[in-house]
């Protein structure tokens, strides 16, 4: 699934940049950078709700659900080269910081995903994790050292493309770097643990001190944003990620549902746009309309996909499967 998974994202990446750029134009603003901040706002995905409905369903590791999950990886390595793509046009041309720093940038997410399957799992698993005395702590000291690895990582990476773009790049890869240890989520655990109060609450407060203070309540709840929102919230917000997935069968639907969730990245561009004088608060208020639908509608209209979807092509070989197994014989017997 991974080439035509691949395609999804690049499909699921252009066509919500080029239909909100193009609808941006169609309501009297210019291309750039108006057009295109709107259409880089409307481009990532987020399949945190899709994931987890994936796993209820026990359709994970289907080769639609690995599908899903591989072209949300991919869109959202491009919607990040977008971003900085994006924020590189304000001000004067330059063609270091335009041009030759992505570049760059995009090689060296290059050389860290291969790490990430070829160097990390072995130095981790075979080098440094055996040096360290077992124990049976609520925190064992392996634990603590692959947490203080992952900070590291993260430092460095987030420095590394600080100066390349953004330190966004870093984030997303040295995370990316830990998915392949031999203990299955084990390194997501540790972090999650360590973590995961901390990040709630700065979540919140970085999200209502950011996004949620800058939209303007008046021009947001006018009638003009809502029905300019509403246009570009149903067509280059989500008709184009529901349509992203054309050539992928049966499951065509699914994945484009899969594809159509929001979450704060999008929001964020939106709000540095605005900050940035790229949009005005007219725009940016459509901008958020088109936001919410998908962040509203998503979450139902793919359970509802996937429902139908699993009832009427994953039921079947999951029943032969069972009738097959015969541990299922000897607990019917019992």
Known sequence: VGPK???VAVFGT???LAAGSLLTVAFGKPFLPDGLSVGTALAPTSVGIALRLLGEAKVLQEDFGQAIITAAF???ILSLVLFNVLFSLTGDFNLMATVVNPIIGIA?????M???VKFWPKAINEWILPRVPEDDLKVSHRDEVLFVIMMALLLIYA???HFLGTHLWGCFIAGMSFACLDADHHAHHVWVKQTKRATSWMIRIFFAATVAFAIPVDRLLSFEAFWKGSLMGIGPCILTKVLCAPFMGNARFVIGWAMVGRAEFAYL?????AAGDMIDSDTFSIVIWALLYATVFAPFCFRKVLDRYVARHCAGPRAAEGAADPGNEAADAQ
């Open 5 to 7: 998974a691949c395609a």
């Open 159 to 161: 420095t590394a493309t």
């Open 114 to 116: 291969v790490a990430a």
């Open 269 to 273: 561009i939106a709000q540095m746009a």
């Open 108 to 112: 060296f997410m290059g050389i860290a």
């Open 74 to 76: 991919v869109d959202d």
């Open 14 to 16: 252009i066509l919500p």
